[in-house]
């Protein structure tokens, strides 16, 4: 053997005894047979085999074994983000003709999906009042395959009665999803209140550290989990063994993340509550969020994201309020270690319940930092809104 030849072969090395507690990397694009009969036979393999590197290596199907056990699940399909497993999800049941459900608390880009896209394939949508429950029998039609769920919603909380919701599309036939970012199954199990598909932003809570982007399908039934796979897999959507890699890790740490920005924001978001120039606190532990009833029914806990409505007297000082923060940031996503704050414009997203507030409304992520730190930083905002 020649040099060259000798630089593309991996030299066998001895692995006995490596008992590392940590999942390896294994990267993949062409995954090699035997012999050429095995190759010709490859699909037998089914999806939890390796025939392509996109189909998943060892390291995704961990991922995605952790995932389906936590949510209780057969199997979970990955996606390279949040929204991939929304549209994947919605893709991979609905075709031109069907009609879908969605409420009007929806993650926002998912109604522009539904409008423009699903639209376009001749899909119809039709919006519902997200506190509507047992009520979501008067907007099932003939042609109505799936109803989405999402709880609490983006941006203004509204908590969802998945069981009413479930228990209703069941009884007409319908598959029902919940997009469950903000719960995270430790905190709320879709599956277990009998949703057929649980949608989660592994961005978010899962991976907690603001620095990669994906989405998960988890299903019981296996020919449900195979049909979203199929999409994911014509669609071409595969995920990186390294950001699978680090969404493990940040998994490892989930439960402690969420204790502790779960009670760090339910002492925030009662503090703010007693501050003068905040109207509205809507997070799902508190009364006056709408829907509270069904989340101390339904959920384990809180996690740390929710809202604050300010008075409108405020809007010209807004900017220059948010410029004083030291430690919230401005910026998108949430779910991590830094604690963020994101002014909102739900005005133009809601076309059932229309938004009445007038003032601003903030959303805020509470991170890993102090909680006193935090509390000082917000005081300093909320000082800048009214002083000069
Ligand atoms: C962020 C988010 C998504 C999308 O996740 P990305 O990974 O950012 O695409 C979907 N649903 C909800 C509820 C979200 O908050």
């Known amino acids: ?74 199997g979970v399909a990955l996606t390279p983000s949040g929204q991939a497993a929304v549209t994947t999800t919605m893709l991979a049941l609905l075709k031109p003709g069907d009609h879908l459900l969605i409420p009007d608390s929806v993650y926002p880009p998912v109604r522009a999906f539904a409008d423009g896209f699903l639209a376009a394939l001749g899909v119809r949508t039709t919006y519902y009042d997200p506190l509507i429950g047992a009520g979501i029998t008067a907007f099932i039609e003939a042609a109505t395959r799936l109803v989405w769920v999402e709880s609490p919603g983006s941006g203004t909380f509204e908590v969802q009665d998945v069981p009413a919701i479930v228990a209703a ?84 740490t989930l439960a402690v993340r969420l204790r502790h920005v779960g009670a760090a924001a339910i002492d925030l978001a009662l503090w703010l509550e007693r501050q003068r120039d ?54 998108a996503s949430w779910g991590g270690t830094h604690s963020l704050i994101a002014p909102m414009d739900v005005s133009g997203q809601r076309t059932v319940v229309p938004w009445t507030e007038r003032g601003p409304l903030l959303r805020l992520s509470i991170g890993l930092e102090d909680p006193e730190d935090l509390k000082a930083d917000l005081a300093r905002f909320l000082a800048a809104l009214t002083s000069d």
């Open 169 to 252: 599309a069941h009884a007409r036939g319908l598959l029902v999803a919940c997009d469950n970012s903000w719960a995270t199954p430790l905190l709320f199990r879709p599956l277990a209140a009998g949703a057929d598909l649980s949608i989660l932003a592994v961005t978010k809570y899962l991976s907690g550290h603001s620095d990669l982007l994906m989405g998960s399908i988890a299903a019981p039934d296996k020919a449900l989990l195979h049909r979203v796979k199929d999409t994911t897999r014509i669609l071409g959507l595969g995920v990186s063994p390294d950001d699978c890699s680090l969404a493990l890790r940040g998994l490892q």
């Open 278 to 331: 905040v109207e509205r606190v809507l997070h799902p532990a508190l009364p006056g969020c709408p829907g509270h009833p069904v989340w101390e029914r339904d959920f384990k806990g809180a996690s740390g994201v929710f809202a604050v409505v300010l008075a409108p007297a405020v809007t010209p000082r807004l900017d220059a309020a948010l410029g004083r923060l030291d430690i919230f940031r401005i910026g």
């Open 1 to 74: 053997m020649r040099d060259a030849t000798r630089c593309v072969q991996a030299p066998a090395i001895d692995a006995d005894g490596f008992a590392s507690l940590t999942v390896p990397v294994q990267r993949a694009s062409t995954i090699t047979f035997p012999d050429a009969p095995s190759f010709a036979r490859r699909h037998e393999r089914g999806h939890d085999g390796y025939t392509y590197g996109l189909y998943g290596t060892p390291t995704t199907r961990a991922l995605e074994a952790q995932i389906a056990m936590l949510e209780g699940a057969a």
